[in-house]
């Protein structure tokens, strides 16, 4: 079915124009989750001169995008941010490459003291002023400053010079265009693949009232910019493959560059890209294709987008005497290639994903934790956190291809062999903490429906789109906690995923609208989330843990679900029952 173009485009600005006010209301209501003031103020940083030091895990231009419309506002530091932002102070101890934390000691240059104090507001962390000749850490390229970027952030955001909602507010923005621009990839892929009109509109409709895009698409992480790099990636491929020649072959080198310099899970692109240039070697072959020649010219415009994203720090890291590299635990294979590694921090980022992933993350599925995780998490994590709606349009569109796949056009091809590839290789990983980290999958599922559309029957495609419509606006805007109507909805998520798939800090303005409700004054908090956002919202609080929570005679306890369903909670959850909850991801109770 087709429609005139200013039907499809006024249609498809509709929907566009529903989700981002959606996603508007979520970014106004939701308080900063666990990792957005990092995000932020390490793009802000870059954007000020202080390169790639804050988070060097991830590659820059994601935060960077993010951290665009604060170059326009009047943003202050306050002293410890300054500190922080040059150098002058940071943390006793380093979170090395791979291993336990360790002692930033041994890396001290000489003739470098530090003056050590304690911070007078939350978290009362210890830290250090540092009196050296030039700037540190910030001179030690190998140290990782996660802990100093954190406090920086909390300090840039909620420290009292100034606005954080309006700061944060700003920040989501940014993610909420990105978000949005995926779903006119959505659109234009699938009419690509089908040329119809209704189909395509239908898939950016599942796009559009889906939780999870919802959800992550509004929060500052370098999460959404990775879906829409590995998507245009992935679209500027098949062109590739549908019209080879120097022209597609440099489109497709740029966009993975790009999609590189977000997030670098998109090296998954790499057995995604092999496994469907093998479905058309023939093809090749027969057309004869200067294939080496165009995958060069690939090669070649793909660096030059990483070494673009990282301009001017176009020379290799530094020598690091071996002890300090063994004490850091920096791989070997960067010690040996050091001289070739260039652009250096890219490199960097890609050993300490690589370490991350091998050391593993300690996760919870079903009431249970583990350091190593689950191969079935992410499968699980899909299903729980998707409205059984979409889960039946992806079976159903499964169903459609398995039984055509021989026939299948590169269109629909790559959607399917990508979302599979992506979510096989994410059941390796140890790092099982999140289906943010299957959102790449998420919008090629979405084109997999789409070119189904077509052959299943408009009554059940209708059903179950209006279907997740209404589930996806009966959970409005709590986006983050939603879990599958299948277990109960958002009430029971608790019970089977936490941390960034359900409880991430989001709640801390509507347990500050609770309290003032039921006009309670101090309470005892356990939170998971960011500190400094308690104490800007002015939440008197004593912050407490789970064996001094056993002292409490009187008043009122308020324990984070992902801190709640942690060992050392098991004798409150035995013990008493919630007084109420708060947007389902805080637990109120109530002593005596």
């Given at each position: 079915m087709t429609f005139s173009p200013r039907i499809r485009y006024g249609i498809a600005a509709g929907l566009l124009l529903i989700m981002a006010a959606l996603m508007f209301g979520a970014a106004r209501r939701d308080s900063a989750t666990v990792d957005e003031t990092t995000a932020l103020s390490a793009g802000y940083s870059y954007w000020k001169g202080h390169r790639f030091y804050f988070v060097p895990e991830h590659p820059p231009v994601g935060m960077m995008l993010a951290s665009i419309p604060l170059l326009f506002s009047d943003v202050k530091l306050s002293d410890e941010g300054q500190a922080l932002f040059e150098g002058r102070m940071g943390y006793p101890w380093t979170r090395p490459w791979a291993g336990p934390v360790i002692s930033v000691q041994p890396f001290i240059p000489n003739g470098c003291k530090g003056h050590w104090f304690t911070l007078p507001q939350p978290p009362f962390d210890m830290l250090a002023v540092w009196q050296c000749a030039g700037s540190y850490p910030a001179q030690n390229w190998y140290l990782w400053a996660l802990p100093e970027c954190q406090l920086f952030g909390q300090e840039l955001i909620y420290g009292s010079k100034n606005d954080g909602d309006r700061l944060l507010l700003m920040g989501r923005c940014v993610q909420i265009a990105i978000t949005l621009a995926i779903g006119v990839m959505i659109l234009l892929w699938v009419r690509a693949a089908t040329s119809n009109d209704a189909a395509a509109l239908?898939?950016?409709?599942?796009?559009?009232?889906?939780?999870?895009?919802?959800?992550?698409?509004?929060?500052?992480?370098?999460?959404?910019?990775?879906?829409?790099?590995?998507?245009?990636?992935?679209?500027?491929?098949?062109?590739?493959?549908?019209?080879?020649?120097?022209?597609?072959?440099?489109?497709?080198?740029?966009?993975?560059?790009?999609?590189?310099t977000v997030k670098l899970t998109a090296i998954l692109l790499g057995p995604i890209f092999l496994l469907?240039?093998?479905?058309?070697?023939?093809?090749?072959?027969?057309?004869?294709?200067?294939?080496?020649?165009?995958?060069?010219?690939?090669?070649?415009?793909?660096?030059?987008?990483?070494?673009?994203?990282?301009?001017?720090?176009?020379?290799?890291?530094?020598?690091?005497?071996?002890?300090?590299?063994?004490?850091?635990?920096?791989?070997?294979?960067?010690?040996?290639?050091?001289?070739?590694?260039?652009?250096?921090?890219?490199?960097?980022?890609?050993?300490?994903?690589?370490?991350?992933?091998?050391?593993?993350?300690?996760a919870y599925l079903f009431g249970q934790w583990s350091r190593e995780g689950w191969w079935y998490y992410y499968p699980v994590a899909f299903l729980l956190k998707s409205p059984l709606a979409f889960v039946a349009l992806t079976i159903a569109a499964i169903g459609i291809f398995i039984k055509r796949v021989a026939s299948a056009d590169v269109w629909e091809l790559t959607p399917w062999v990508g979302a599979t590839v992506y979510l096989l290789v994410a059941m390796t990983s140890n790092v099982n903490i999140g289906v943010r980290h299957l959102l790449p999958m998420f919008p090629l599922v979405i084109v997999g429906?789409?070119?189904?559309?077509?052959?299943?029957?408009?009554?059940?495609?209708?059903?179950?789109?209006?279907?997740?419509?209404?589930?996806?606006?009966?959970?409005?805007?709590?986006?983050?906690?939603?879990?599958?109507?299948?277990?109960?909805?958002?009430?029971?998520?608790?019970?089977y995923l936490i941390d960034?798939?359900?409880?991430?800090?989001?709640?801390?303005?509507?347990?500050?609208?609770?309290?003032?409700?039921?006009?309670i004054g101090q309470i005892y908090l356990d939170y998971f989330g960011t500190q400094f956002s308690i104490e800007y919202l002015k939440i008197p609080n004593t912050r407490i843990d789970a064996e001094k929570a056993r002292q409490i005679?009187?008043?009122?306890?308020?324990?984070?679900?992902?801190?709640?369903?942690?060992?050392?909670?098991?004798?409150?959850?035995?013990?008493?029952?919630?007084?109420?909850?708060?947007?389902?991801?805080?637990?109120?109770?109530?002593?005596?």
């Open positions: 239908v898939a950016l409709a599942v796009w559009v009232f889906h939780p999870c895009a919802l959800g992550y698409g509004h929060v500052i992480t370098t999460d959404i910019g990775e879906v829409l790099g590995f998507t245009v990636a992935l679209f500027f491929f098949v062109r590739f493959l549908k019209r080879p020649g120097p022209k597609t072959a440099i489109f497709w080198g740029i966009s993975l560059g790009v999609a590189l469907l240039l093998a479905t058309q070697w023939r093809t090749f072959r027969r057309r004869k294709v200067p294939f080496v020649k165009l995958l060069t010219v690939t090669a070649f415009a793909t660096w030059a987008t990483i070494l673009l994203a990282y301009f001017p720090l176009w020379y290799p890291p530094p020598p690091l005497p071996s002890a300090f590299a063994s004490a850091l635990g920096v791989p070997d294979w960067f010690q040996s290639l050091r001289p070739l590694l260039i652009p250096r921090d890219f490199f960097k980022a890609l050993a300490l994903t690589l370490g991350h992933s091998k050391e593993g993350h300690v429906i789409g070119c189904a559309i077509p052959r299943l029957k408009q009554w059940l495609v209708g059903g179950l789109v209006a279907w997740q419509v209404v589930i996806c606006l009966l959970c409005a805007p709590l986006y983050l906690q939603f879990f599958s109507e299948a277990v109960g909805g958002a009430s029971n998520g608790y019970k960034s798939n359900y409880d991430w800090g989001q709640d801390a303005k509507r347990l500050k609208a609770f309290l003032d409700e039921r006009h005679t009187q008043g009122w306890l308020v324990v984070s679900a992902s801190d709640l369903m942690l060992p050392e909670w098991n004798w409150l959850r035995a013990t008493r029952q919630p007084t109420a909850r708060v947007a389902d991801t805080l637990f109120v109770y109530q002593f005596p």
